[in-house]
């Protein structure tokens, strides 16, 4: 019996030699312009050190060159527009062939179609701002302080123009590219803009990427089109993929049966290294309607006329000013007698001395010289392509896209953080002993700043909405999951099911186009380890943005839910300490926000605070089970709303304080507050109690204030009691016998194990015993030392 697929909503077209073929005129430019995109990678690789991937580059060159000047509709004097196509290198090791293309883009304008430009330098890519390639900010040569080059990065980032995203971290760039896609097509409708995504074979086989391709095709995500540069090299083979009979070294698999499970139109050429090919095959997608995602699959060859192909261009490529470089540059320097910088002859090469960094810039230099005296020479293909840039901007501008009726309003978001944050809105004020959950005040927070802007939070969960409580954020708006065609003012993703990296990155996407903040949810155990890379990326595309548009950060939020012992019932394989630790002070200050609220009523203001700040990255960790609020001012608490500063005196001593404890986590201090804090009460022991809500808020207000707050001399005497590990409490235990007394989850050595929340704290030590005990062992020692 033959297998089959079930049926498919998108369609399969192959394109081959039968393809209509392309004027006379327009091939020969679209010839003349890959020659020099070629050689300008080629020059790269050999003049800057270390230089990145030409094999790739020069494979994807001929889509990517038809896309931008065939395809696309763009404005190229305005980088940010939020109705203009994207094209996003989810594989970011082809940044060698993007910063080559952009400059050629650049330096045709300048002489083809100067009206074109931005003004501003910074939101353009010149040819001399390649000079830049793989160079830190502080390099001090001569031409790079001279001409204030731009600091081009090994992988993309938003600082260069065009760029939305910061990628190429192990097919992260795919999930993040399709947030980008839902985000277009939420705000603007059927006429979206489409986001063109450029990849390999080889990222495509992470498994993040999986996950990411079935929630487009499931979302019916029509104007998002793959394109994929199938050249079956990677760093370690040069057979990725099963190719007919032949079995793949990675996956059995080609890229067009990959996307076609995953209900996805697929296109399918036969050489992605002719344009007749090439163009016909993105037009063919540009007029498919049938409401899913397109992949286009190139067959193409790594390194093609380079002179080094297949893997042994990936990463590599011609040694230095080598024969083999000058010979693969020949059919550009040769007609003419162009002469390149190089080493022939010297006994050392002089860019080995130790003057060498300005010697590579110089030679650099004078090798881009000849690539735009080459330009020069070629007033045609300058008037061809000047001419089809100058097509692309009017053709966006007469689409008229504008934003959907009733779309998103993400300000909505922060002016409500704004307004209100200080001051918990009555429908969520929670009055004492009311038994509820940090999870499900959590969802009811988010779900007003959804009601507010008009859905600007679309959420995801690992098969786990109602679990953990963020099924809230969507209620009042149409039930189900989101699809661009049959149900797309629902505010729920399905992302694959059960797939945190999936989540993270769409979320990323999600909040890197500007008009939403995505919200994915898990336990914390598996939230912080899986979305890091893609929080990571995020934070490092919005710090590179700001650093050229000065722009807020765009969050995103990352719900570490069910954190804590208290969801012992699962085990140590879900009731993690470690979550925290992944995320607490491990971004630049002010890229990443993490919120540990111990009482419901703190959820509100923390969240606010967070909303406030505008980080990349916001985490609340909160837990499962329910709590009962409770009655700060009978109990002698500060009030929740405290809990803004990040770090607050909990409880005052009543006179001078015999001893210090700094408590974090919900289900310690619960225990703290409800049983240990009495029964000190009863015995006349006066404490000061602070608890850590967030570190990154509390970084971000004044020194003096840090100061007042929480004193370096309070941590010098204190000792902490967390349901966290111990490493994120050596900001706020500072000498080494108060580390040593506090209590933390491993204190014993071991994971703790299964059982209900009361079971697993009291095996820890951190049940009402034993921080009693501790407590009073601590306030012995300090009896001892004075």
Same mark, same amino acid.
């Given at each position: 019996?033959?297998?089959?697929?079930?049926?498919?909503?998108?369609?399969?077209?192959? /394109?081959?030699?039968?393809?209509?073929?392309?004027?006379?005129?327009?091939?020969?430019?679209?010839?003349?312009?890959?020659?020099?995109?070629?050689?300008?990678?080629?020059?790269?690789?050999?003049?800057?050190?270390?230089?990145?991937?030409?094999?790739?580059?020069?494979?994807?060159?001929?889509?990517?060159?038809?896309?931008?000047?065939?395809?696309?509709?763009?404005?190229?004097?305005?980088?940010?527009?939020?109705?203009?196509?994207?094209?996003?290198?989810?594989?970011?090791?082809?940044?060698?062939?993007?910063?080559?293309?952009?400059?050629?883009?650049?330096?045709?304008?300048?002489?083809?179609?100067?009206?074109?430009?931005?003004?501003?330098?910074?939101?353009?890519?010149?040819?001399?701002?390649?000079?830049?390639?793989?160079?830190?900010? *502080?390099?001090?040569?001569? @031409?790079?302080?001279?001409?204030?080059?731009? +600091?081009?990065?090994?992988?993309?980032?938003?600082?260069?123009?065009?760029?939305?995203?910061?990628?190429?971290?192990?097919?992260?760039?795919?999930?993040?590219?399709?947030?980008?896609?839902?985000? +277009?097509?939420?705000?603007?409708?059927?006429?979206?803009?489409?986001?063109?995504?450029?990849?390999?074979?080889?990222?495509?086989?992470?498994?993040?990427?999986?996950?990411?391709?079935?929630?487009?095709?499931?979302?019916?995500?029509?104007?998002?089109?793959?394109?994929?540069?199938?050249?079956?090299?990677?760093?370690?083979?040069?057979?990725?993929?099963?190719?007919?009979?032949?079995?793949?070294?990675?996956?059995?698999?080609?890229?067009?049966?990959?996307?076609?499970?995953?209900?996805?139109?697929?296109?399918?050429?036969?050489?992605?290294?002719?344009?007749?090919?090439? !163009?016909?095959?993105?037009?063919?997608?540009?007029?498919?309607?049938?409401?899913?995602?397109?992949?286009? /699959?190139?067959?193409?060859?790594?390194?093609?006329?380079?002179?080094?192909?297949?893997?042994? *261009?990936?990463?590599?490529?011609?040694?230095?000013?080598?024969?083999?470089?000058?010979?693969?540059?020949?059919?550009?320097?040769?007609?003419?007698?162009?002469?390149?910088?190089?080493?022939?002859?010297?006994?050392?090469?002089?860019?080995?001395?130790?003057?060498?960094?300005?010697?590579?810039?110089?030679?650099?230099?004078?090798?881009?010289?000849?690539?735009?005296?080459?330009?020069?020479?070629?007033?045609?293909?300058?008037?061809?392509?000047?001419?089809?840039?100058?097509?692309?901007?009017?053709?966006?501008?007469?689409?008229?896209?504008?934003?959907?009726?009733?779309?998103?309003?993400?300000?909505?978001?922060?002016?409500?953080?704004?307004?209100?944050?200080?001051?918990?809105?009555?429908?969520?004020? @929670?009055?004492?002993?009311?038994?509820?959950?940090?999870?499900?005040?959590?969802?009811?927070?988010?779900?007003?700043?959804?009601?507010?802007?008009?859905?600007?939070?679309?959420?995801?969960?690992?098969?786990?909405?109602?679990?953990? *409580? /963020?099924?809230?954020?969507?209620?009042?708006?149409?039930?189900?999951?989101?699809?661009?065609?049959?149900?797309?003012?629902?505010?729920?993703?399905?992302?694959?099911?059960?797939?945190?990296?999936?989540?993270?990155?769409?979320?990323?996407? @999600?909040?890197?186009?500007?008009?939403?903040?995505?919200?994915?949810?898990?336990?914390?155990?598996?939230?912080?380890?899986?979305?890091?890379? +893609?929080?990571?990326?995020?934070?490092?595309?919005?710090?590179?943005?700001?650093?050229?548009?000065?722009?807020?950060?765009?969050?995103?939020?990352?719900?570490?839910?069910?954190?804590?012992?208290?969801?012992?019932?699962?085990?140590? #394989?879900?009731?993690?300490?470690?979550?925290?630790?992944?995320?607490?002070?491990?971004?630049?200050?002010?890229?990443?926000?993490?919120?540990?609220?111990?009482?419901?009523?703190?959820?509100?203001?923390?969240?606010?605070?967070?909303?406030?700040?505008?980080?990349?990255? !916001?985490?609340?960790?909160? #837990?499962?089970?329910?709590?009962?609020?409770?009655?700060?001012?009978?109990?002698?608490?500060?009030?929740?709303?405290?809990?803004?500063?990040?770090?607050?005196?909990?409880?005052?001593?009543?006179?001078?304080?015999?001893?210090?404890?700094?408590?974090?986590?919900?289900?310690?201090?619960?225990?703290?507050?409800?049983?240990?804090?009495?029964?000190?009460?009863?015995?006349?022991?006066?404490?000061?109690?602070?608890?850590?809500?967030?570190?990154?808020?509390?970084?971000?207000?004044?020194?003096?204030?840090?100061?007042?707050?929480?004193?370096?001399?309070?941590?010098?005497?204190?000792?902490?009691?967390?349901?966290?590990?111990?490493?994120?409490?050596?900001?706020?235990?500072?000498?080494?016998?108060?580390?040593?007394?506090? @209590?933390?989850?491993?204190?014993?050595?071991?994971?703790?194990?299964?059982?209900?929340?009361?079971?697993?704290?009291?095996?820890?030590?951190?049940?009402?015993?034993?921080?009693?005990?501790?407590?009073?062992?601590?306030?012995?020692?300090?009896?001892?030392?004075?």
């Amino acid at each position: 019996m033959e297998f089959r697929f079930g049926p498919r909503r998108g369609q399969y077209l192959e /394109v081959d030699g039968s393809a209509p073929p392309l004027e006379a005129e327009v091939l020969r430019q679209f010839e003349s312009l890959d020659q020099i995109y070629r050689s300008l990678v080629a020059i790269l690789f050999n003049y800057v050190p270390t230089s990145g991937h030409p094999g790739g580059s020069i494979s994807s060159g001929r889509f990517v060159q038809s896309l931008l000047f065939d395809t696309m509709d763009l404005d190229l004097s305005s980088p940010d527009r939020d109705d203009a196509d994207i094209v996003s290198y989810s594989a970011g090791h082809k940044a060698l062939g993007l910063y080559a293309l952009w400059a050629l883009r650049n330096e045709i304008a300048r002489t083809g179609a100067p009206e074109l430009l931005p003004g501003d330098t910074a939101r353009q890519l010149r040819l001399v701002d390649l000079l830049g390639f793989r160079r830190n900010p *502080s390099a001090r040569t001569p @031409l790079f302080r001279e001409w204030h080059i731009k +600091a081009l990065d090994g992988h993309p980032t938003p600082a260069t123009p065009f760029v939305r995203l910061a990628t190429g971290a192990s097919g992260v760039g795919v999930a993040s590219s399709i947030g980008l896609a839902i985000a +277009a097509r939420d705000t603007f409708g059927a006429r979206a803009p489409r986001v063109h995504v450029v990849e390999g074979e080889g990222g495509l086989t992470p498994g993040r990427v999986a996950e990411a391709l079935a929630a487009a095709g499931t979302a019916s995500l029509d104007n998002l089109v793959m394109h994929v540069d199938w050249n079956q090299a990677s760093i370690d083979s040069n057979r990725v993929c099963r190719e007919g009979e032949t079995p793949g070294d990675y996956v059995q698999w080609n890229p067009a049966e990959l996307f076609h499970l995953h209900d996805w139109n697929v296109i399918a050429v036969a050489d992605g290294l002719d344009f007749a090919q090439v !163009i016909e095959a993105q037009r063919a997608a540009a007029r498919l309607d049938t409401g899913q995602p397109t992949a286009i /699959v190139y067959r193409t060859v790594k390194g093609w006329n380079y002179g080094v192909e297949g893997r042994a *261009s990936h990463g590599a490529g011609h040694a230095l000013c080598s024969e083999d470089f000058y010979r693969a540059l020949e059919p550009l320097t040769g007609p003419r007698g162009a002469v390149l910088p190089g080493c022939a002859g010297l006994p050392r090469p002089r860019c080995a001395g130790p003057d060498g960094a300005r010697v590579i810039e110089s030679c650099l230099w004078e090798a881009l010289e000849v690539i735009r005296d080459e330009i020069g020479l070629r007033p045609g293909m300058v008037a061809f392509f000047g001419g089809r840039l100058r097509r692309s901007r009017e053709r966006l501008e007469s689409l008229g896209r504008r934003p959907r009726s009733g779309a998103p309003d993400v300000e909505a978001v922060y002016a409500l953080a704004r307004s209100e944050g200080a001051r918990t809105p009555q429908e969520l004020e @929670l009055a004492p002993g009311t038994t509820t959950t940090l999870r499900h005040e959590l969802g009811r927070a988010l779900h007003r700043y959804n009601a507010a802007s008009r859905g600007a939070l679309l959420v995801s969960a690992a098969d786990l909405l109602g679990s953990t *409580s /963020v099924a809230q954020i969507a209620e009042g708006f149409p039930k189900g999951y989101w699809n661009a065609r049959t149900n797309p003012e629902a505010r729920t993703l399905s992302i694959g099911g059960i797939c945190e990296d999936a989540a993270a990155g769409i979320g990323a996407g @999600l909040g890197a186009f500007g008009h939403h903040i995505g919200v994915s949810s898990s336990y914390a155990a598996f939230a912080a380890p899986l979305g890091h890379i +893609a929080a990571r990326l995020h934070a490092i595309g919005n710090q590179a943005r700001r650093g050229v548009t000065e722009e807020a950060y765009r969050p995103m939020i990352l719900v570490c839910a069910h954190a804590g012992l208290k969801t012992g019932e699962d085990g140590p #394989t879900h009731a993690d300490p470690q979550a925290l630790q992944l995320l607490l002070e491990n971004f630049p200050p002010g890229t990443a926000v993490t919120l540990t609220p111990w009482d419901p009523a703190e959820v509100w203001p923390l969240l606010a605070a967070a909303l406030e700040l505008r980080p990349a990255l !916001i985490a609340p960790f909160v #837990t499962r089970p329910s709590e009962v609020v409770p009655d700060r001012t009978r109990a002698g608490l500060a009030g929740a709303g405290e809990s803004r500063s990040g770090v607050y005196r909990l409880r005052r001593a009543r006179g001078v304080a015999e001893a210090t404890v700094v408590l974090q986590e919900s289900a310690v201090t619960m225990t703290f507050v409800s049983q240990v804090l009495p029964r000190l009460d009863q015995e006349g022991v006066d404490l000061d109690a602070y608890y850590v809500a967030s570190a990154e808020l509390f970084d971000a207000l004044p020194a003096p204030e840090r100061e007042r707050l929480f004193p370096e001399s309070a941590g010098m005497e204190a000792l902490g009691i967390t349901g966290f590990t111990l490493p994120t409490m050596y900001r706020w235990i500072r000498s080494e016998r108060g580390r040593a007394a506090t @209590l933390h989850p491993y204190r014993r050595g071991h994971y703790p194990g299964s059982g209900a929340g009361a079971a697993v704290l009291r095996e820890a030590g951190l049940d009402a015993d034993g921080q009693y005990g501790a407590i009073r062992r601590w306030l012995d020692a300090l009896v001892k030392t004075k």
